[in-house]
């Protein structure tokens, strides 16, 4: 389900190896699947992080992401 049914990627447990950090690795990554989702028609993509994972939260603003929800689970 998604409003107005606008196409979304979604970007979920992504992890760059804390030995191979700062080398480019994680943003080539997320420009490579940024690209797959706007050639699918994707007009958002979203992912998703741990609240705690403030350098995460950085690296993703820096790439043009926005914080824009908070996030719920339901553990089964």
Same mark, same amino acid.
């Given at each position: 389900?998604?409003?107005r049914?606008?196409?979304?990627?979604?970007i979920?447990?992504?992890?760059?190896? /804390?030995?191979?950090?700062?080398?480019?690795?994680g943003q $080539? !990554?997320?420009?490579? %699947?940024?690209?797959?989702?706007?050639?699918?028609?994707?007009?958002?993509?979203?992912?998703?992080?741990?609240? /705690?994972?403030?350098d995460?939260?950085?690296?993703?603003? $820096? !790439?043009?992401?926005? %914080?824009?929800h908070?996030?719920?689970?339901?553990?089964?």
């Amino acid at each position: 389900l998604s409003q107005r049914g606008a196409w979304r990627g979604q970007i979920e447990a992504v992890r760059v190896a /804390s030995s191979r950090r700062g080398e480019g690795l994680g943003q $080539r !990554l997320l420009e490579w %699947a940024i690209d797959k989702c706007r050639e699918r028609g994707c007009r958002v993509v979203q992912l998703t992080t741990n609240k /705690s994972r403030l350098d995460a939260h950085r690296f993703y603003e $820096r !790439l043009g992401f926005k %914080a824009s929800h908070i996030g719920y689970k339901l553990e089964l």
